[in-house]
C-alpha cells in the first residue's frame, strides 16, 4: 500500500490535521471529565477519611463516620427517605387521577381541567413553594381567613412534614402530566374494545388492560419521584423540615467551632445521598433492559374516552377532578390576582378594585407604614417593582445569562460528542464517551455542587491556579454546575434526534469532499436543529429559576433570581415592604417566560410541516375575509 506524504515533504501523511483535530479533541475532553466531574466528587469522598485525631494528630479513617451515627445526623436521612416513600405513593395518585380524569374518562370540560392541572409546568420549584406560602402559610390569605372564622386558630399550621408533602405532590405531577399523558393516548383502543365486547366490566378493563401498558412509564415516573423526594430542596427549606439536602447545604457553611467536622459530615451526607441515586437508577436500567410489550392489532386504534355508566360514581368523580383543579389552580388566580394589587392591600392579604395597580412590576410609590404603638409613618418610594428594584433586576440579569450560556453550552457539547459517537458506532471508545455524559445522572445534583465549592475553593493547578469560588469566578463555577447537569438529559433527547439522519446525505457530502465539521454545519446540524433549540429552551427554563445550585454557591457575587425569590419570603426582612408583593409579580413574569417557551417547544415546535401549511393557509383566508380581499382560486392554482 502507497503511503501518502505531506506536501512539500518526504514524510507519510500519518501526521495530518484529522489526527491533530483528534489528538486535540481527546485530551480536552480528557481534561473537562476528569477535571470537572471525576476530581472533585472523589475529593469529596476522600475527605470524609481525612480527619485527624485532635489529640495525637492521627488520622482516623472511619472517626467521622463513627461520630456521625452516633448523632441525630442519621434522622435528616431517615427523614427524606419517608419523604420519598410518601412522595412516590401520592404523586402516583394523584397523577394517574388527573392523566384518567382528562385522558380516558370522558369528564366535562376535561380541556379546561388539563390546562388547570398543567400550571406546575409553568412555575415549580421556588416559585411554586413561595406562591403556597402565600395562599397557606403564617400570614397567608386562606390562614388569615380561617383566624377571622376562628381565632384560636393556630396560624402555623402549614409546615412541617405534611406541609412539605403537600406542596410537593401538587409540584411533582408534571412528569405525569407529560410522560404518563403520551403513553395512555398511544394506546390501542382496539385491545379496550375487545376486552368491553368480552363482558369486562369497565373497571376490570381500566385495570386488566389499560394500566398494564403504563407500567413501564409509571415505574420510571416512580423512581424519579423518590429521587426527587430524597433530594427535595426548595420546599423543606422554606416550609421547615428536616431533609438531606439543606442540611448539608447548612453544614457546608459551618465553621468547626459551631459542630464537628461540619464539612465532612456534609460530604458523607452527599455520599449517602449519591448511593441511594446509584441503587435507584441500576434498578430502572436493568427494568428497562428486560422490556415491555404489548400485543396490538394491525391497525391501531385512536382510543375513545370512556364514559362513567355509574351515575353516583359520575358525580363523585367530577367533584374530585374540579376539587384538584381548584387546589391547582388556587395559587395561581391569588398570585395573579394580587400581583396587581398595592403595598396595603397585600400587607393585609384583601384585594379591592381601588388597590389595582402595576407597581408591583414597575415603578416605587411612598406608602404608610403601620409601626406597633406608634403612629403611621410615610415611607418614602418604598415600593419598587420587579424591574424597577436594582437586586431583583440584577438577579435576572445574572440568572439569564447564567442559563443561556449553560444551555447553550450543553447543546454545543453533546452536539459534538453524538457526532462522534455515531461516527464511531460500535466501537468502545464511543461507548466510553457517552458513558462519561451519562455519569452526572449517577449523583445528585447537590453532591456535584458540594464537590465543585469544596474542591474549587483552592488556588489549584488544575485551573491555571484560580479559585472559582471567591469574587465573580463563581459564576464561571456557576455554568459550568449547569452544564454538568444538564450533559445527561441533553444526550439522550439529541441523540434520539441523530437517527432521523439519513447517511446516505452524509456519503454524498463525503464523496463531494465535504469535511466532517463542514457535513455536521451544513447538512446534519439543520436535520437536528428543532431538536437541539428544544433541548436549549428546556434547559433554560429550568435553569433559570435554578434553587439547589444557586444555593448551595451563594454569594455576593452569586445572587441568582431563585435565591432572591426566597429573600421575599424572609420574614426578618422587615424594612423590605414590598416584598410579598414583588414576589406575586416575580412568579407571574415566571409563568409568562416558562409558558412562552413551553408554548414554543410544544405547541409550534410540535407541529410537522403539512400542519403548519394548513394554518398559515387558514390564517390567510382569515385575514382576506376580514379585509375583503377573498378571491375564487384560479384555474392554475387548482391545477
Known sequence: MEKRTLPGSGKPGWLNASLLYKVFGGVLFAYLFLGFMVAPCLNTLLSVFREKNPTTGAIEPFRVISYFFSGNMPSFILSSVILAV???????????????????????????????????????????????????GRDGILTQWLRG???????????????????????????????????????????????????????????????????PTLFSLTVMTFITGLCAM?????????????????????????????????????????????????????????????SVSKTKAKLVKQKIQNPVGNVLAHVYAYLLFVIYMLPVVIIILFSFQNYGAV?????????????????????????????????????????TNPKTGDAIRL???????????????????VNYIFKQKNKKRAVIVEACLLFPWLLPTILICYSYRIFFNNNIWYVFGQNLYTGENVRLLLIIAYTVV?????????????????????????????????????????IILPSVLAVFALNFNSLFTEY????????????????????????????DYNAAGRQCASTVFIMIVSGLILYLVYGVGARDLGERLERRAKRRQRLMRLTGKAKKPSAKAAA
Open 149 to 215: 372564622l376562628f381565632p384560636q386558630f393556630n396560624e402555623k399550621w402549614f409546615g412541617g412534614f405534611y406541609a412539605v408533602l403537600f406542596t410537593m405532590t401538587f409540584a411533582c405531577t408534571s412528569n405525569h402530566a407529560l410522560f404518563l399523558r403520551n403513553a395512555i393516548r398511544n394506546i390501542d383502543y382496539n385491545t379496550v374494545e375487545a376486552a368491553r365486547n368480552l363482558g369486562a366490566h369497565p373497571f376490570r378493563v381500566l385495570m386488566k388492560v389499560v394500566m398494564p401498558t403504563l407500567l
Open 347 to 387: 400587607n393585609a392579604k384583601k384585594p379591592s378594585v381601588e388597590a389595582v395597580t402595576t407597581i408591583n412590576y414597575y415603578g416605587s410609590e411612598d406608602v404608610e407604614v403601620p409601626r406597633e404603638g406608634r403612629k403611621p409613618k410615610i415611607k418614602e418610594n418604598a415600593v419598587t417593582g420587579v424591574f
Open 86 to 136: 410518601a412522595l412516590v405513593i401520592t404523586v402516583n395518585v394523584v397523577g394517574i387521577s388527573i392523566v384518567l380524569l382528562t385522558e380516558y374518562f370522558d369528564i366535562k370540560g376535561a380541556k379546561i381541567l388539563r390546562l388547570g392541572y398543567m400550571t406546575t409546568l409553568i412555575y415549580s420549584g421556588m416559585a411554586l413553594v413561595t406562591g403556597y406560602l402565600f395562599l397557606y
Open 486 to 526: 444538564k450533559l445527561p438529559f441533553a444526550l439522550r433527547m439529541i441523540k434520539a434526534s441523530f437517527y432521523a439522519i439519513d447517511e446516505e446525505l452524509e456519503d454524498a457530502a463525503r464523496n463531494l469532499g465535504a469535511s466532517g465539521f463542514r457535513t455536521l454545519l451544513r447538512i446534519k446540524l439543520p
Open 548 to 575: 439547589d445550585m444557586g444555593a448551595t454557591f451563594f454569594n455576593p457575587n452569586a445572587n441568582t433570581y431563585a435565591k432572591v425569590i426566597e429573600s421575599m419570603s424572609t420574614p426578618e426582612l422587615q424594612n
Open 399 to 417: 440568572s439569564f445569562i447564567l442559563a443561556a450560556s449553560a444551555a447553550a453550552l450543553a447543546c454545543v457539547i453533546v452536539v459534538a460528542a
Open 234 to 294: 426548595s420546599a423543606p427549606k422554606l416550609i421547615g423540615y428536616n431533609s438531606i439536602n439543606p442540611k448539608i447545604v447548612e453544614l457546608a457553611g459551618t465553621t468547626k467551632g459551631e459542630i464537628d467536622f461540619p464539612q465532612a459530615q456534609a460530604a458523607l451526607m452527599s455520599i449517602i445521598l449519591a448511593l441511594f441515586t446509584i441503587i435507584l437508577l441500576t434498578i430502572l436500567n436493568h427494568y428497562e433492559r428486560k422490556g415491555h410489550y404489548l
